[in-house]
C-alpha cells in the first residue's frame, strides 16, 4: 500500500505497522471495523502532528495545507486505483 501511494510522488508515505491497542489506532474509525475482524486500512496524514489547530476553535479553512491535502488525494487516488485495477 505504501509503496503504491508513494509512487504518486506527490507527499511523502510511511508505512508504520503497530498493535490494534496502540494509541493512534484508537484514534481512528477504523478501529470498530478490526475489532469486528473486518480488513481495513488506515491512512492518516498526520494533520494532528502538523497542525496545532486540528480540532480546536482556529482550526479553521485559512490554517489549512492545501498543496499537502491535494497531494494526500493524488497519494490515494493513485492507490484506489491500484486497488480496483487488482
Known amino acids: ?18 498493535p490494534e491497542h496502540a494509541e493512534l489506532a484508537q484514534r481512528s474509525d477504523h478501529i470498530n471495523y478490526w475489532l469486528r475482524g ?4 488506515m491512512v492518516n496524514d498526520t494533520s494532528f502532528l502538523r497542525n496545532p489547530h486540528y480540532h ?4 479553521t479553512a485559512d ?4 498543496p499537502y491535502l491535494a497531494g ?9 486505483r491500484a486497488l480496483v485495477a487488482k
Open 56 to 59: 480546536a476553535l482556529s482550526d
Open 63 to 66: 490554517t489549512l495545507n492545501y
Open 38 to 41: 473486518y480488513p481495513a486500512i
Open 1 to 18: 500500500v505504501h509503496r503504491i501511494m508513494a509512487a504518486a510522488g506527490t507527499v511523502p508515505v510511511e508505512w508504520v505497522c503497530f
Open 72 to 80: 494526500t488525494v493524488d497519494a490515494l487516488l493513485h492507490l484506489l
